[in-house]
């Protein structure tokens, strides 16, 4: 099963231009992830946020979370050409949090191309 | 390991025949998951096992998948009798498991095909 949604699906921008990705769940969760997947290659871990945070960086990315509104976005900023990929939220479910399972539900993702 | 580890990377297989997938995770990781990943879509849940304990195996689309980590490390997915429509990416993830928000590795992943 699929969590929710990431918007927009696809975005295009030129190198250097910030880019905000979407993305809308529908349970209640204990944390939401952020995944990058390059053309071919695996999926690797970005960040983390916990249901109590609003706001977390890790170098170029920002992530937020607003758990009223069920959303969170990830800006990356001063974007490059090697940041192509496509970008997946992930959340944990506190059902399954609290059952130890933690299994991660992923979005449908948002592709993103830096332009050189 | 260096990473988590899958094999075969690429597999074909005619429809009907049961194929195996392994996943050698992380050298100490206690979670280990299966993903199933379609062409432009995110990762579905499969299975989750908690050392030798599958814990979660709510994903399994059929009785035709199963799942086993019998020693708590190297994990196997079995598809029985597969169909077309199995084909897609297979990924295998672990996570130490110690602190339930913890990131997940992920493997490059099986690309299965049944013709």
Redesign the interface.
Same mark, same amino acid.
């Given at each position: 099963?699929?969590q929710g949604e990431e918007d927009p699906q696809a975005l295009s921008i030129q190198e250097g231009e910030n880019a905000t990705m979407n993305c809308s769940y529908k349970t209640s969760i204990? $944390?939401l992830?952020w995944?990058r997947q390059n053309s071919g =290659? +695996?999926?690797?871990?970005l960040i983390?946020i =916990?249901s109590n945070e609003r706001e977390k960086h890790s170098g170029r990315l920002r992530v937020t979370l607003d758990t009223s509104k069920k959303s969170s976005s990830l800006l990356i900023t001063a974007s490059r050409a090697a940041d192509t990929a496509s970008y %997946?939220c992930?959340t944990?479910d506190w059902k399954?949090?609290s059952? $130890?399972? +933690?299994?991660?539900? %992923? +979005?449908? +993702?948002t592709t993103l191309q830096v332009k050189p | 390991g260096a990473g988590v580890s899958q094999s075969p990377r690429y597999k074909v297989t005619k429809r009907g025949q049961d194929v195996a997938l392994r996943c050698d995770p992380i050298s100490g990781h206690v979670s280990l998951y299966w993903y199933r990943q379609a062409l432009g879509q995110g990762p579905e849940f499969l299975t989750y096992f908690n050392y030798e304990a599958q814990q979660d195996k709510s994903g399994l689309p059929n009785d035709r998948f199963s799942a086993e980590r019998p020693e708590g490390s190297i994990s196997t997915l079995t598809i029985q009798r597969t169909e077309q429509r199995d084909s897609a990416m297979y990924r295998c993830a672990s996570s130490r498991g110690t602190e339930r928000n913890t990131e997940a590795f992920f493997g490059q992943g099986t690309r299965l095909t049944v013709v």
């Open positions: 099963s699929q204990n $944390n992830q995944y =290659r +695996g999926l690797v871990h983390l =916990r %997946f992930a944990v399954d949090w059952s $130890n399972t +933690g299994k991660l539900i %992923f +979005g449908q +993702g | -």
